[in-house]
């Protein structure tokens, strides 16, 4: 079993930046893949991150440029850093945790980004 835990969302201005944490724990030797997705009112969940094991990282174009996925020293953390924030990045914001062998995938429980002046 895998725990996952976000934290660093709020309210920022048009222009702004935060960073999210998704602390994990647990069996996470096993994880291949972490990914940070959003899901925004009446909208459906969509990706915006990932970085695997090796440290090889991907972004949805939205936001190629603006945001930067990354892991702690202990790999037990993964960071999403998002500068330059627009009013259509507000959304809750879930770290996602992949398991291949297993074809198991773990949730957080999300943290609220507001982009809004």
């Known amino acids: 079993q895998v725990q996952l835990v976000e934290s660093g969302g709020g309210l920022v201005q048009p222009g702004g930046s935060l960073r999210l944490s998704c602390a994990a724990s647990?069996?996470?030797?096993?994880?291949?893949?972490i990914g940070w997705y959003r899901q925004a009112p009446g909208k459906e969940r969509e990706l915006v991150a990932t970085?695997?094991?090796?440290?090889?990282?991907n972004y949805v174009d939205s936001v190629k440029g603006r945001f930067t996925i990354s892991s702690g020293n202990a790999k037990n953390t993964v960071y999403l850093q998002m500068n330059s924030l627009k009013p259509e990045d507000t959304a809750v914001y879930y770290c996602n945790a992949k398991r291949g062998d297993l074809g198991l995938e773990y949730w957080g429980q999300g943290t609220q980004v507001t982009v809004s002046s």
């Open positions: 970085i695997t094991s090796g440290g090889i990282t």
């Open positions: 647990g069996s996470i030797f096993r994880i291949n893949v």
